[in-house]
């Protein structure tokens, strides 16, 4: 069965970085695209990067372009989000996803930027 692991969130300061990994098993990792969403509190789901199959393309949101660089590695099965120049407003629970016919989720992985 499908199964996404999160992992690599914390607490950081504002400027800081991280970078969160997303561990894949269940299905054959080099033909999907994988997404990473992030949810705030109140607030709605909300994408943040994608990378197609073969990580050849890449697209982020508005808000985290410059700063924030998705990548993937098929031979490890595992996608991943380098967050640089964090701010307190990047502060959510980070999802990583799939879709196959549906979509699948991870737990999620928690990143607070706070000083």
């Known amino acids: 069965h499908v199964q996404l692991v999160e992992s690599g969130g914390g607490l950081v300061q504002p400027g800081g970085s991280l970078r969160l990994s997303c561990a894949a098993s269940g299905f054959t990792f080099s033909m999907y695209a994988m997404w990473w969403f992030r949810q705030a509190p109140g607030k709605e789901r909300e994408l943040v990067a994608t990378i197609t199959s073969a990580g050849g393309v890449t697209n982020y949101a508005d808000s985290v372009k410059g700063r924030f660089t998705i990548s993937r590695d098929n031979a490890k099965n595992t996608v991943y989000l380098q967050m640089n120049s964090l701010k307190p407003e990047d502060t959510a629970v980070y999802y990583c996803?799939?879709?196959?016919?549906?979509?699948?989720w991870g737990q999620g992985t928690q990143v607070t930027v706070s000083s």
């Open positions: 996803n799939v879709i196959i016919t549906i979509p699948y």
